[in-house]
């Protein structure tokens, strides 16, 4: 089965290190935002709501996910 969103226009999170190949990829989505392993292309996704994204963004910011 073909991933879903497989022909969308992906980008390279603004986070990732170029080193070491550890990039995420990220889709912008009507309903929030996408992101995937660049690594494994026809791999799953995960799906975040808009407000979920963004307490997600301000959680990683603030270091206390750790």
Known sequence: MPHPHEDARWFKSSYSSEQGGE???ALRLSSGI???DSKDKSGPSLQFSADAWQSLLAEIKAD???
């Open 23 to 25: 990039c995420l990829e």
């Open 34 to 36: 996408a992101i995937r």
């Open 64 to 66: 206390r996910l750790g």
